[in-house]
């Protein structure tokens, strides 16, 4: 097994970053696998992702995050954040009634093919509850009304707490989610939804898209903002539509449209390849 | 060469409606090399395109309408179109500035790709005219201004009457068509525009795309209604994105999508393989 | 919920084979709705899909078969078959050590988005024994070797008899059936593989592909027939590849995909839209 | 306008690589713009591609090659090449009688969409000496025989050199060149070829596919090598296919495929995107 680690940075794009960066490393005995860099031409903006060997690195894992941030992040203003590898990602899953993402996580992990824990299921209805048991999640009913939303997010919250999770997977979770709750999770609540071209408002889109005769059916996946559906996009991909597909049969092409995006997006979030940065992603390959 | 001709029928759902039809081919020896049926099963409406060769066949092509008309269609209330394949569409294209759908169009006619003519070319600028020279098309500038646009339309349309032209293309004309204009030409205008997920109203669309960070870029071509980018889609198609792509970037990828689409409608129309109902497309593969 | 039936026909192309299928089903008030024909130009063969409502259907379900072979399928020398929506096919799912195929074909139908039954799997592992266990389907562990070959495929005809079998999805089965096997069931077992352009023979693709540095890997979705892997041909799809991507990445992306075709396929075969014809299939959309 | 220079670099991995190259940038006011990495981890080659503003650049042009290779590639044992963007590259093109590529470089370059001279046309047909003419290009006529091949290329080779040519297009060129002509030009031949899952070798791939009924048609654009169609391939796409589609279908949808992948292919390389090793490409995005 590689035992990796990972350095995402952004900052002001300057003289010299990219050099102090595999300096440190090289110096260090940090043998680089990937790099990627990036730099916004027009912002100005830098980011970088480096993985390297821990194996025969210099500084001890617990204090590498001291180390980079006096002697290298400091002096280029960087946001950055380091991740070990060997790390499994702690996952809570939020869903309601939709199988099909949640399902198809579950494989996922299952198969082995992510290599993440899942501690924590959250719905705001009891349907899934045996397919949680099944495979000894603990999985918590917690219904949402308008009255009782602030205090149902407070449970959530602390339970969120309890397993020490790293990242939410909105998996069809058909809730809003408030502000309060939001901006606890900055870039760690990851959400799936369907779209068209055009899209449609309102509370029938397929309906709407059906009418219009649309020959393609989107899917989005996104960090979750407090501006609903408008968060930072990871991924998106469309599926081909015709005058063929019922509304039922546009309903099934989406959510396969729809899981394949999420799975892609959470891939990408597990495996430490996005920097947010403003409203976008720069997301390495 | 094959001789053939296509029926186009959109009516409502009723018993023995395809049964009538191809009786009245097959009686009089219409040899049925296509056949192809789609039912809305909402709004119960019938749509059927049938293509058959007319050598052999015993109606002469200058009555087969009328026959038809009394025969078959009258019974059914059918709206209906029979298309004969050796009739060479005439189209008219109006452009602007942009080259590349322009000149991916003339490439298809000049190698035979497409069976049309090109009888007439519109734009409100002159950039292009010596292309049209070169391939001895008739260039009309015509600059559409706020004040003149009314008359200048009635120029426009005199000129799609004397070159009887079949179907104008708009392959990226920067102007705004009236409803006078466009009441003339139903289902006879296809027009391509770029589009994102999710879309971005306002002057400059590339950058509102860019800023949030999109993964694809998509093209629609579609018919032109007095409802601006609203009227029924034929073809739509996307292309990827990442953070790599600068918004120049953006619009060279935005174009080859854009092109590419509206070839595939453009095609699809020239083929006979559209039926329009309400504001949707029924396209036969 | 809909009660109808569909009638897959195959037959040389000739006059009104159409209009008297059609007459068929409306003198006995049968309701079409959804009539799909393909007429293979170059062999004069001619398919066809007709899809009625059982309801007020005038021919009782248990003698629609024999009216049909005797008024119209006689006459015209059709291959035929009539299927009822309401028979839930019942499918056989052979397994070896790959999870992806597997757990999303039991996804498809534990989530009810697949109506369909599945009462049997079969390996040649005990691996996934507590997964049928899970959701109480009979898992036969049938080891297979070279010597006992024969013995064994006995017992699974066996099985497949039993069980009273309609479809068998080979889900990344690792093993080679005999001929003896495939005759029982033609067009009755769906295969999966990966495959890339170019074709890479021998007992590593994956790393021959990586070395040749493909960017794109593809997945064929067919009926088994004795000709390894050359079978008619029912989904086909590909994913992109980069030099980002190791063989271990590829292999994932390779799985991604290959559940994806597979799913399409199976999803085509048991809603009845495939007529195989000699080596290769009609699809209807 | 932004003048650049892009260093294409590709080594054994080893410590300080990147630091040194961009220390060699920054030290001398190089102001970079983009930086990318590879890493082949199986044979830890190292690959790079930096492109970094002129503008106030302390090296001269005409010495920046010679001290790079004194200062770093010679420690590093590098395999290197600079780029300078304002340099337009000199494109040959070889057609003979199918158009769709042909036509749409010529859009492409006309249009301005690509920064490339096009100096030299070299058919074995006369058919295109018109479209040649239009553009002022001048067109050679060298018909190839087996007999006169040898002679002929001679021909062509002389050619290649008077016209200074950077790049050679094989715009659906349908003539085998010599070991003797290819590897006087190594990663500097491009090609074009369709290509179907499986493939089929012989003199007719879309008769073979037709009958096998593929539902993908490919195209895949390479760097031409002695091994016939098997050079390091840059970029691979794919079309749909139904069984609607003739064999004339396929080939127009061939087309296309063809001209976009062609097209990507000729853009990556013009852009100085690509570092060809073994017989791969890595194609930096």
Redesign the interface.
């Known amino acids: 097994m590689k035992e990796t680690a990972i350095l995402l940075i952004s900052c002001t794009d300057q003289?010299?970053v990219?050099?102090a960066v595999?300096?440190f490393l090289?110096k260090n005995?940090g043998?680089?696998?990937?790099?990627?860099?990036?730099?916004?031409?027009e912002s100005r903006q830098f980011f970088m992702r480096v993985e390297w060997q821990l194996k025969g690195f210099a500084i001890p894992e617990e204090k590498v995050k001291d180390y980079f941030e006096t002697l290298v992040a400091k002096r280029f203003e960087m946001d950055w954040d380091i991740e070990f590898c060997q790390c499994i990602p702690r996952v809570a899953l939020f869903v309601s009634k939709h199988?099909?993402c949640f399902?198809?996580i579950l494989?996922r992990w299952?198969?082995?093919?992510w290599k993440i824990e899942i501690p924590l299921i959250i719905s705001n209805h009891e349907k899934f509850h045996h397919i949680a048991e099944?495979h000894k999640i603990p999985y918590y009913h917690i219904p949402i009304t308008k009255a009782n939303k602030k205090e149902m997010e407070k449970k959530e919250m602390a339970l969120i707490e309890k397993y020490n999770i790293d990242l939410i997977i909105l998996a069809r979770y058909m809730q809003i989610l408030t502000g309060e709750f939001i901006e606890n999770y900055p870039n760690k609540i990851i959400n799936i939804h369907h779209?068209?071209?055009?899209?449609f408002p309102g509370a029938n889109p397929y309906r709407s898209a059906y009418?219009?005769?649309?020959?393609?059916m989107?899917a989005?996946a996104h960090y979750v903002t407090e501006d609903l559906?408008?968060g930072?996009?990871?991924?998106?991909?469309?599926i081909?539509i015709?005058?063929?597909d019922?509304i039922a049969e546009m309903r099934?092409k989406g959510?396969?449209v729809e899981k394949?995006v999420l799975?892609q997006a959470v891939w990408e979030h597990i495996n430490h390849k996005i920097i947010p940065y403003?409203?976008?992603?720069?997301?390495f390959?």
Chains 1, 2, 3, 4 share one sequence.
Do not use: C, M, Y
């Open positions: 003289s010299g990219v050099a595999t300096d090289q005995s043998n680089i696998i990937n790099l990627d860099e990036h730099i916004e031409t199988a099909h399902f198809d494989n299952e198969s082995g093919e099944r779209s068209s071209l055009p899209a009418e219009r005769g649309v020959k393609i989107g989005t559906d408008a930072p996009i990871i991924a998106q991909d469309i081909p015709s005058h063929n019922s099934r959510k396969d394949r799975a403003k409203n976008k992603t720069i997301v390959s």
